[in-house]
């Protein structure tokens, strides 16, 4: 009976074995297939061409950006009528979304070669998850990942949270990130779903500044 118990512990350890080296070794590929994936996109908006993914549609251009009230990360109260007489890029984004991680370097570099010139972000966490006001713990983990992406990435400017509550706004976040280009009189002059090039952000970003 020991014996058998000592040989059936041995197969069972053996077999636990096999699965977990299966799993880390499905789960490095999987790793492995994002950071291709994430290498090829950045490649190729490097050179100034655009993704699948873009789309530079939508029913607010040529029209006033709508007014919103937002918390920053401090619990500051911030409105779009803040920023009144500068040109903005409104970004819409998310700690989990791969274009977002992309894109935020060439954000934070465009905004400070362009911020004496009356240009500013802000950038609006979008995560989507659906938390309640009364999901206090939900709320600050939230806070607490946002937090850490805005130090890790060194952003200049202004992170404002729940961006989920003025998405219908805005025509809706059906793809991350999205972003809106505002003149300095507050219109919408360009638009992007999905993420573009570098180049194709600052051109925006000087079309604003007209």
């Known amino acids: 009976m020991r014996r058998n118990t000592i040989v059936l512990g041995v197969t069972l350890f ?16 999987q790793q492995q297939a994002e950071k291709t994936a994430a290498a090829g996109v950045q490649a190729t908006l490097e050179k100034g061409e655009t993704a699948d993914a873009m789309f530079t549609s939508s029913p607010l251009l040529g029209k006033p950006a709508p007014e919103f009230k937002l918390d920053d990360l401090s619990g500051k109260p911030v409105t779009l009528a803040d920023y ?43 995560e989507g998850d659906d938390l309640k006001a009364d999901d206090k713990d939900g709320l600050a983990k939230q806070k607490e990942s946002v937090a850490k992406f805005v130090k890790q990435e060194k952003m200049p400017y202004p992170v404002l949270l729940n961006g989920d509550s003025i998405a219908n706004q805005y025509g809706g976040l059906d793809a991350m990130p999205t972003s809106f280009w505002v003149d300095k009189n507050g219109k919408v002059v360009a638009a992007q779903m999905g993420i573009t090039s570098k180049d194709d952000m600052e051109e925006k970003i000087k079309k604003a500044l007209q």
């Not at 053996?14 to 590929?29: D, K």
């Not at 984004?93 to 500013?120: H, M, S």
């Open 84 to 126: 009144k007489g500068k040109a903005l890029l409104i970004n819409f984004w998310a700690t989990w979304c791969g274009p977002c991680k992309l894109e935020t370097p060439w954000i934070v570099e465009l905004r400070n070669q362009y911020a004496d010139k009356g240009f500013e972000v802000l950038g609006i966490d979008s």
């Open 14 to 29: 053996i077999l636990a074995t096999f699965a977990w080296a299966g799993w880390a070794n499905w789960e490095y590929r």
